[in-house]
């Protein structure tokens, strides 16, 4: 018995295109990403590029009918590969969720709270206000323009752990005890990131009256509650039974089940899928069945292959051409100055609370600022779902790019500052004691010691 219309399978020449598409987003995303690290950049800002190269803004004037052929109007086409896109990002922030170190932030308590609350409130406040005075500039037709600022402020609130992490790795800073501060600050910044991002875009979707706003903070609220008292023994149950098997296929496919089911179902929910793919991140890290070596593939094959894949589609999506327009040139100085100047504020602020000294304040400041990942992911949602148009996404993407690499050389200043003012602290101490005192100190001092662990 056959189907009376069965659907119609892709045609060859969609899947030519479809395959060159990966290999030549791959290909760039690889050369420009090696590129960046050489100079001591992120690996995602060339990622990103490598996509903004193929795009509108750079093959659509150098090579108009290639570009026309590689990337169709076609919205079929396009779909295919954001569907790569998607399961890509999917992955990384399940990915993300699972590395994350709720240690630290037990750790270091109420410092990384305040480092954290305080560059959080002040980027958002500031990013918010910018999105209703900036609305008549780049908001869309028909969008809310409380649902386009509050998208903004999100968007100006968020740090990228994967960029910090790896940068800190990098300096020889990741264990330092600033190290340590920044990444549980964080923590609670990516939680709190995610969190915000699913309660905007459920109002974008919904519509903003006070029973969407009411579902929209209390349905993502539920999921969590939901993911501690029956997600947890669900998925300690699951990572069990595949850590019977033998290698380590079966834990990757179960917690890529567990990705896509959970994030589906805040899909459903219009929460975002993102949403469920972080929280079941998380509960898979924190689970003591998970044996983290048989997840080292997984891991690796999503930062090498579906992350680039992603950023690079990411950058399909910019076109630098409307920056020629001085209203939209203007625009993205104001975003990029709030961005920065919120981001260093607030946890600047939230260090000298903490009585950390102005040196290290500065660190803080500088790896919080860090947007990279994270920020990227916010614009990709935004633009789905019709909150941004493509002016207003290139800015946003533009912010992640220049503040990932503000970050290094400044994080590095303020570093050497702070442990040149622990050594200078450390002679007159020393010179204070006199030769028959004692010395409290042996060795080249941490320049973070002076953090005061509440």
């Known amino acids: 018995m056959t189907l009376a219309n069965p659907v119609p399978t892709m045609a060859p020449h969609s899947l030519l295109v479809f395959l060159l598409q990966i290999a030549f987003l791959l290909l760039f995303a690889l050369v420009l990403g090696r590129l960046a690290e050489r100079f001591r950049m992120p690996a995602v800002v060339g990622e990103l590029c490598a996509g903004m190269l193929l795009g509108p803004s750079v093959l659509q004037h150098v090579l108009p009918a290639f570009s026309h052929w590689l990337l169709p109007r076609q919205p079929e086409q396009m779909h295919l590969l954001d569907a790569a896109g998607q399961l890509g990002v999917l992955l990384l922030v399940g990915v993300t969720g699972a590395e994350l170190n709720f240690g630290l932030v037990r750790k270091r308590g109420v410092t990384a709270a305040r480092v954290s609350i305080a560059g959080l409130v002040l980027p958002l406040g500031l990013g918010i206000a910018t999105g209703f005075a900036l609305s008549g500039v780049l908001m869309p037709d028909g969008v809310d323009s409380k649902v386009f600022a509050f998208f903004l402020g999100v968007a100006m609130c968020v740090t990228a752990i994967p960029v910090i992490a790896k940068t800190l790795l990098d300096m020889k ?68 039974w595949a850590g019977r098997g033998e290698g380590s296929a079966p834990t990757i496919t179960t917690v890529v089940v567990l990705v896509m089911f959970s994030a589906a179902a805040t899909q459903a929910m219009k929460l975002e899928a993102i949403f469920g793919a972080f929280v079941c991140g998380v509960l898979v890290g924190t689970s003591k069945d998970l044996n983290r070596e048989k997840l080292e593939p997984l891991k690796t094959s999503v930062l090498s292959f579906l992350a680039p894949l992603f950023f690079a589609t990411a950058g399909l999506r910019m076109d630098l051409t409307g920056l020629r327009r001085p209203a ?76 990932s690499l503000m970050t290094p050389p400044v994080l590095r200043y303020a570093m050497t500052r702070a442990e040149e003012a622990a050594d200078a602290e450390l002679a007159l101490n020393d010179h204070d004691s006199g030769p028959a005192g004692t010395r409290h100190h042996s060795g080249r001092p941490d320049a973070s010691n002076s953090e005061v662990n509440p």
């Open 328 to 403: 939209v040139l203007g625009a993205a100085f104001a975003v990029l100055a709030v961005a920065v100047i919120g981001k260093f504020s607030g946890a600047f602020l939230g260090a000298r609370f903490s009585r950390l000294n102005r040196w290290e304040a500065l660190a803080l400041g500088a790896g919080m600022n860090c947007r990279g990942v994270v920020e990227v992911v916010v614009a990709m949602t935004g633009l789905r779902l019709g909150v941004l148009d493509t002016d207003a996404y290139t800015i946003i993407v533009l912010v992640a790019i220049v503040t």
């Open 173 to 240: 800073l990741l264990h330092r005890d600033i190290g340590q501060l920044i990444l549980s600050a964080g923590v609670v910044d990516d939680i709190v990131g995610w969190f915000l991002l699913s309660v905007v875009s459920a109002m974008a979707t919904a519509g903003l009256t006070a029973g969407v706003v009411a579902t929209s903070v209390l349905y993502p609220v539920g999921v969590v509650l939901f993911a501690l008292l029956i997600g947890r023994p669900l998925v300690g149950a699951a990572l069990r």
